[in-house]
């Protein structure tokens, strides 16, 4: 793929003397955009925070207040929304407006939150380590679930004086809610539905390219990887997105490459809009990560990071191998999605988690959905939003 994209640089490079420089040419605005700058430019205001978690890591969040022309008066409902692997918030507002979801909440008239993962580009601080350090990235899952979500979740409670909200997570950011909300009872009663969009636990049947990654020893991972981030947003990335993604015919190579690890529907793409995505969709996570997510497909098990040996396992779970997590001991109400065509949250797997999910109070399977069609599918304000926002309405 890396050489198909080099392809296309010389290709790039190449076109002025063809006389096609400019033909089919149109780089959206947003492809060099923050999360800050793409709200604005939708006309939406919006609000960023620094959370610090109990173990030092510093969160950037992000808030859409109230939608466009919606002047903020009486407390809103507040959904909070938290993105998936190697990603950020900028998943919720990839797309237009009108398919957006957290345009799409603010605009009907709720206060809504975007949280980032430590690690990513809006998450890579820390009171005391350095992103240089190996120290700094000595996270998984179990991290994110234990700090980030609680140190979150919190802040918004208190910032918004709301005693409860709604948490829509994709992928991982279902995966943490899992965790967080079947092993923290008191940071559960804070969830009023938990809205989770291709969820994943177990990784058992999962098809995405990704799998490869268990072939390989930890040593190997490592020596291919390093010990520190894994995925970041790089100049060369910003480049393809911009120079490259923005062509009509690059189309087919930009998308194969962006949506590698998860595939996707070119027919529920709004194609146009590839640079954005590329720009916006790698924002990196720990190479401890990947090996955890590696892990859970190897042992087909819902489970705490294995840290390699029974000292190291004993000294963070005072147990000589690591906990598996019960999903059937949250008590959230759960509302779920899933895609008949999502090799990354396999159906085999969300069959077997649905029975598990002790408040399950709605479901729908989505037989064309892949995995990247929850957030930024044409049709997922028919397939999906307006039953979200229906059941948040109901639950008021």
């Given at each position: 793929m890396?050489?198909?994209?080099?392809?296309?640089?010389?290709?790039?490079?190449?076109?002025?003397?063809?006389?096609?420089?400019?033909?089919?040419s149109t780089t959206n605005p947003e492809a060099?955009?923050?999360i800050s700058q793409i709200i604005s430019y939708w006309?939406?205001?919006?609000?960023?925070?620094?959370?610090?978690?109990?173990?030092g890591y510093i969160l950037g969040i992000y808030r859409i207040p109230h939608g466009r022309g919606c002047p903020k008066t009486a407390p809103k409902p507040v959904v909070y929304l938290q993105h998936g692997l190697v990603a950020s918030a900028s998943n919720w507002i990839c797309n237009l407006?009108?398919?957006?979801?957290?345009?799409l909440l603010a605009d009907v008239g709720y206060d809504v939150w975007l949280g980032?993962?430590?690690?990513?580009?809006?998450?890579?601080?820390?009171l005391k380590?350095?992103?240089k350090s190996p120290e700094f990235w000595a996270f998984s899952l179990d991290e994110m679930a234990k700090y980030d979500l609680p140190a979150t979740i919190n802040f918004i409670i208190e910032k918004t004086r709301q005693e409860q909200l709604y948490y829509v997570g994709h992928s991982q950011g279902t995966t943490i809610g899992f965790i967080a909300f079947s092993t923290n009872p008191e940071l559960a009663k804070r969830i009023k539905i938990f809205f989770a969009l291709a969820p994943v636990t177990t990784v058992k049947y999962t098809q995405s390219p990704m799998k490869k990654l268990t072939n390989l020893s930890r040593k190997a991972v490592k020596v291919l990887f390093g010990d520190k981030m894994f995925s970041p947003h790089t100049f060369f990335d910003q480049f393809i997105a911009t120079k490259v993604c923005n062509r009509k015919i690059f189309r087919r190579i930009?998308?194969?490459?962006i949506f590698t690890l998860s595939g996707f529907d070119p027919k529920n793409l709004n194609m146009s809009r590839l640079d954005v995505y590329f720009a916006q969709s790698s924002a990196g996570t720990s190479v401890q990560t990947m090996l955890h997510w590696a892990q859970a497909v190897n042992s087909g098990q819902f489970q705490a990071f294995d840290w390699g040996n029974p000292d190291q396992n004993m000294k963070h779970f005072h147990q000589l191998t690591p906990p598996l997590y019960n999903v059937s001991n949250m008590e959230v109400p759960t509302a779920v999605w899933s895609g008949g065509q999502d090799c990354v949250a396999d159906l085999k797997d969300v069959e077997n988690l649905l029975p598990t999910i002790t408040r399950l109070i709605y479901y729908k399977l989505i037989p064309h959905y892949n995995h990247v069609d929850f957030y930024l599918g044409q049709d997922a304000p028919v397939e999906i939003y307006?039953?979200?926002?229906?059941?948040?309405?109901?639950?008021?």
């Open positions: 890396w050489q198909l994209l080099a392809a296309t640089c010389w290709m790039l490079l190449l076109g002025p003397v063809y006389g096609c420089h400019k033909k089919g060099n955009m923050n006309g939406y205001p919006y609000e960023k925070y620094d959370v610090v978690t109990e173990d407006p009108n398919n957006s979801l957290a345009f980032n993962s430590r690690g990513n580009t809006f998450s890579r601080k820390h380590f350095s992103p930009c998308s194969n490459f307006q039953d979200l926002i229906r059941m948040v309405e109901e639950w008021l």
